[in-house]
């Protein structure tokens, strides 16, 4: 165990990793926030989900730094008194819950898609792909403000509140799937020509075998890449639908449904409200898309420079 994890540190994988500053800077605030987010029933000052907890009369106070700030509440509080710092710790965790099973989803719909229309071919390959055609011209948000304005008007509010979570990852999860059924696809169509191929079709070995124990391993590095901007993508649909009134609902805050809860009074002097969670969705998406970034280029060979 203890030789594997030398070996994995001293590969050139880390080695690009280490040199670049601002991919160990990307992925330290990635951590951080993912760390904030698991441990938010401890660091936390407040349950936002606990009534009991929150008191009216403290809504709508400025951050510490302002006037008529309250140490209690480092970043202030919301119009329904609950502390700004505790709903991030917890929106943020919600948010990336959405995006990494969303992601996982998408994954797992777009790769067996994806082996099954490029190794199979024929007119699978051409109504898949049509599909998927199809799904590319629709924008992951359409698809989702109907659906879920459908499930809302068919079941109601409160069983869509929930739902929310279940219904926000199968829906941005279905949106998505092409940007990988059309990539595994293309690197399908290359691989299964090749010898190995070939060699394990003479031994007999079934077609799902051949498709997900060989072909599959060797389309893995541009999964990894759209996995990684694809979570980006999913926290960012999420947080849209949230404000728009489609997502998490108020009392349970994801960074969306924040942003969109202080939205009403940002005019009136409440910024904080919608700025500082605002903030830290951006800073949460640029740290992900610069990994990504250097994920795409780490794991390309013809990009891959020496020195």
């Given at each position: 165990?203890?030789?594997?994890?030398?070996?994995?540190?001293?590969?050139?994988?880390?080695?690009?990793?280490?040199r670049d500053p601002v991919a160990v800077?990307?992925?330290?605030?990635?951590?951080?926030?993912?760390?904030?987010?698991?441990?938010?029933?401890?660091?936390?000052?407040?349950?936002?989900?606990?009534?009991?907890?929150?008191?009216?009369?403290?809504?709508?106070?400025?951050?510490?730094?302002?006037?008529?700030?309250?140490?209690?509440?480092?970043?202030?509080?919301?119009?329904?008194?609950?502390?700004?710092?505790?709903?991030?710790?917890?929106?943020?965790?919600?948010?990336?819950?959405?995006?990494?099973?969303?992601?996982?989803?998408?994954?797992?719909?777009?790769?067996?898609?994806?082996?099954?229309?490029?190794?199979?071919?024929?007119?699978?390959?051409?109504?898949?792909?049509?599909?998927?055609?199809?799904?590319?011209?629709?924008?992951?948000?359409?698809?989702?403000?109907?659906?879920?304005?459908?499930?809302?008007?068919?079941?109601?509010?409160?069983?869509?509140?929930?739902?929310?979570?279940?219904?926000?990852?199968?829906?941005?999860?279905?949106?998505?799937?092409?940007?990988?059924?059309?990539?595994?696809?293309?690197?399908?169509?290359?691989?299964?020509?090749?010898?190995?191929?070939?060699?394990a079709r003479v031994i007999g070995l079934?077609?799902?075998?051949?498709?997900?124990?060989?072909?599959?391993?060797?389309?893995?590095?541009?999964?990894?890449?759209?996995?990684?901007?694809?979570?980006?993508?999913?926290?960012?649909?999420?947080?849209?639908?949230?404000?728009?009134?489609?997502?998490?609902?108020?009392?349970?805050?994801?960074?969306?449904?924040?942003?969109?809860?202080?939205?009403?009074?940002?005019?009136?002097?409440?910024?904080?409200?919608?700025?500082?969670?605002?903030?830290?969705?951006?800073?949460?998406?640029?740290?992900?898309?610069?990994?990504?970034?250097?994920?795409r280029d780490a794991l390309n060979p013809?990009?891959?420079?020496?020195?």
């Open positions: 165990m203890i030789a594997a994890v030398e070996r994995a540190l001293a590969s050139d994988f880390i080695y690009q990793f280490r800077g990307s992925a330290l605030v990635l951590l951080g926030f993912v760390l904030l987010a698991i441990f938010a029933p401890v660091i936390a000052p407040q349950d936002p989900y606990d009534p009991f907890q929150i008191d009216i009369m403290d809504s709508e106070i400025p951050p510490v730094w302002e006037e008529g700030g309250d140490a209690r509440f480092l970043f202030g509080t919301d119009p329904q008194g609950r502390d700004m710092w505790s709903t991030i710790l917890y929106g943020t965790g919600i948010s990336l819950l959405i995006g990494f099973f969303a992601v996982i989803l998408q994954a797992v719909i777009g790769v067996t898609l994806g082996l099954l229309s490029g190794y199979i071919g024929g007119r699978l390959d051409s109504f898949l792909m049509r599909l998927a055609d199809i799904q590319l011209s629709l924008s992951t948000l359409m698809v989702a403000i109907i659906a879920l304005a459908v499930f809302q008007a068919a079941f109601g509010a409160e069983l869509y509140s929930d739902l929310a979570i279940v219904m926000l990852i199968v829906v941005i999860g279905i949106a998505e799937w092409p940007q990988y059924a059309r990539t595994v696809r293309a690197n399908v169509l290359a691989e299964k020509e090749k010898e190995y191929v070939d060699a079934s077609r799902a075998r051949i498709m997900f124990r060989h072909i599959l391993p060797n389309t893995m590095t541009p999964i990894l890449v759209i996995s990684t901007v694809q979570v980006a993508n999913a926290i960012v649909a999420e947080a849209a639908l949230s404000f728009l009134g489609l997502g998490m609902p108020v009392t349970q805050p994801s960074l969306g449904s924040l942003i969109r809860n202080g939205f009403d009074y940002i005019l009136s002097g409440q910024w904080w409200i919608t700025v500082i969670p605002s903030i830290v969705l951006i800073i949460l998406i640029l740290a992900i898309n610069l990994l990504g970034d250097w994920l013809k990009l891959y420079k020496e020195g």
